[in-house]
């Protein structure tokens, strides 16, 4: 899910947020949310649903299966 992490990564850059502070917004720790970005580890659904609720995007969008 190569797209995923790039969303991710994509997303919180945009906004000016550290790992740190994007895990604090949606419960998760800051090294989770770099292991997403790069690839290690890939989100619960719930973490991608709090993910899209946070960046206001669609899980499809975050998933890569819609521009």
Do not use: C, H
């Not at 997303?11 to 800051?30: A, C, D």
């Not at 973490?47 to 669609?58: G, P, R």
Request: net charge positive; glycine share 8%.
């Amino acid at each position: 899910m190569k797209i995923l992490g790039e969303r991710i990564k994509e997303l919180r850059l945009e906004q000016n947020l550290s790992t740190v502070k994007l895990g604090e917004k949606i419960g998760v720790r800051g090294p989770t949310i770099s292991r997403w970005e790069n690839n290690k580890i890939e989100p619960t659904a719930p973490n991608i649903y709090e993910l899209a609720k946070f960046f206001k995007v669609s899980a499809d969008y975050l998933l890569g299966l819609i521009d």
